[in-house]
């Protein structure tokens, strides 16, 4: 048996701006997803999840799925995909655990469970590069996100540590692994990327000169945030952080009254930075921090009836276990 797993993660800047050709970087989070891999003696798909539900079918019925109904469509689409275009002829067992709370909106669950089931499938019948993840993936990521995803998450659940991802076209560059502790946020509050970036989309239709002021302001904080991890200097990865937020808020308006408050809170504790993260209006926020000031802010945090996660960014992914 082998286990794999893959990070959930992040967007520390450039979220919405990514959708229009700029840059943006995400960040692996400790928060991952598990799954463990065996061929089986016969030819069955026998796959087991928590989170998503089962199904155990013969390789011959594993069919492709155009339109997501149950949560397990995904993986029911992913594995038929990869056993269909690599002919791949023995049967499996997959089980999948997951530390990521399952409808988080904003820590990428579903990235971490696509690239944790590539990698094992990968494992065993080892068929694509690494490189060639996103491509193999975006359909899929496409399909959840009703087909406006960017799908850059795609690459720190890969790679881990922190990605400057560009997309028209595609490209990243691996930033490395600085581990930082963060506190994610959860705002219970539901915001689907498929209505935020329409939303984004429907402002810039109306005024694009505008828009693209804003979305070149965020790739300049998006510049000044790769050297800052470069730097290790958090002060002024946090004040990015919080500057980011600011345009996400003001000029973009996809930020929540909840998130605003996130960040207003952490500031006032003396956090380096905080912003939201994903697509806004809801989803989470991250605040990154000095350690010394995390059980302050922690508890002024949990007062806003938010579960907050702490874990670290930066870190690596899709790694056997
Ligand atoms: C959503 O997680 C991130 C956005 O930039 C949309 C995308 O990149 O597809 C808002």
Not at 27 to 36: D, F, R
Not at 63 to 77: F, G
Not at 143 to 167: C, D, P, Q, R
Not at 254 to 274: D, Q, W
Request: proline letters at 2%; one cysteine or more.
């Amino acid at each position: 048996m082998i286990t794999t797993s893959a990070s959930g993660n992040i967007f520390l800047f450039g979220e919405h701006a990514v959708v229009y050709g700029k840059n943006a970087i995400t960040a692996a989070i400790g928060l991952k997803t598990y799954c463990e891999i065996r061929k089986r003696e016969d030819s069955l798909v026998n796959i087991s999840s928590e989170g998503y539900g089962n199904f155990k079918l013969r390789i011959a019925e594993l069919k492709n799925i155009w339109e997501y109904k149950e949560r397990m469509d995904l993986i029911k689409d992913l594995v038929s995909t990869y056993y269909q275009k690599f002919k791949i002829e023995e049967g499996i067992d997959i089980k999948i655990t997951s530390d990521i709370p399952k409808d988080s909106g904003g820590m990428s669950s579903s990235t971490a469970v696509l690239c944790s089931v590539l990698e094992a499938l990968n494992k065993v019948f080892p068929k694509i590069d690494k490189k060639d993840y996103y491509n193999f993936l975006i359909p899929f990521q496409r399909k959840i996100h009703g087909g406006t995803a960017s799908g850059v998450e795609l690459f720190s659940s890969t790679f881990g540590g922190y990605n400057l991802v560009k997309t028209a076209p595609i490209s990243y560059k691996n930033l490395g692994n600085l581990e930082l502790p963060i506190l994610i946020i959860n705002t219970g509050i539901e915001a689907k990327t498929s209505e935020t970036v329409p939303y984004v989309r429907r402002g810039w239709e109306q005024d694009k000169e505008s828009y693209k002021e804003i979305f070149e302001q965020i790739e300049l904080l998006v510049e000044e945030g790769e050297k800052a991890i470069k730097n290790k200097d958090l002060v002024k990865l946090g004040n990015l952080m919080t500057e980011n937020h600011n345009l996400l808020a003001k000029e973009l308006g996809v930020s929540h009254p909840k998130l605003n408050k996130i960040v207003k809170i952490a500031l006032e504790n003396r956090a380096y930075g905080a912003k939201l993260s994903g697509g806004g209006k809801g989803g989470v926020a991250i605040v990154l921090y000095p350690e010394e000031k995390e059980n302050q802010i922690t508890k002024k945090l949990e007062k806003l009836n938010c579960k907050v996660y702490k874990t670290e960014i930066g870190v690596r992914s899709c790694q056997d276990l």
